[in-house]
């Protein structure tokens, strides 16, 4: 039986650990996920910033669930 993952924050994260859980949770570099969010909040007139700030507050931390 295949268990469930979760989207966490991570507690290794830089800042509040979005980018890194986001990297957990689809198995990619943790790295990669943090230019991606840079290119991409920049590309579009920092409005990423607010998505960012909108998962920090939404997504449990690690271990909390």
């Known amino acids: 039986m295949e268990t469930k993952r979760r989207l966490t924050r991570s507690r290794k994260g830089m800042i509040a ?3 890194e ?7 990619w570099d943790p790295t990669l996920v ?5 290119l991409l909040s920049v ?4 409005s990423g910033v607010i998505a960012y ?7 449990p931390k690690e271990g909390t669930v």
């Open 21 to 27: 859980g986001i990297a957990d949770y689809a198995g």
């Open 53 to 59: 700030l909108v998962l920090w507050i939404v997504m």
């Open 43 to 46: 590309l579009t007139a920092f």
């Open 17 to 19: 650990g979005v980018c």
């Open 34 to 38: 943090r230019v991606g969010y840079i």
